[in-house]
Nanobody, 120 residues
Framework: HVQLVESGGGSVQAGGSTTLSCVAS????????MAWFRRAPGGEREGVAA???????VYPYSVNDRFTVSRDNAKNTLYLHMNDLKAEDTAMYYC???????????????WGQGTQVTVS
């Protein structure tokens, strides 16, 4: 089982930027496929970025060119840098991990508790 702890959320002004972090433990981080998801109030969990073991990244059209996912295997840490934030980006953001490459699918076995991002 992989433990995931997100941090970096908070309140951000529209048009601003912020970076989320997710520290993983309990598994060799370098072999994990990682992703960021979000869920807005009343909405479904949506994948916003995924990164594979070789660094290949996938984004949905809704965040393309605004969000950047990266990983530091030496620090067992996943990042999500978000630019030009909009009110509709307000959500709870979760990181997810698995040994299977689900990309933006929701079948990841391991999830963090989430960190709230509020854009106003």
């Amino acid at each position: 089982h992989v433990q995931l702890v997100e941090s970096g959320g908070g309140s951000v002004q529209a048009g601003g930027s912020t970076t989320l972090s997710c520290v993983a433990s309990g598994h060799d981080f370098s072999v994990l496929y990682m992703a960021w998801f979000r869920r807005a109030p009343g909405g479904e969990r949506e994948g916003v970025a995924a990164i594979g073991t070789t660094g290949h990244t996938v984004y949905p059209y809704s965040v393309n060119d605004r969000f950047t996912v990266s990983r530091d295997n030496a620090k067992n840490t996943l990042y999500l840098h978000m630019n030009d934030l909009k009110a509709e980006d307000t959500a709870m953001y979760y990181c997810a991990a698995d040994v299977v490459n689900f990309q933006l699918g929701r079948s990841y076995e391991n999830w963090g508790q989430g960190t709230q991002v509020t854009v106003s």
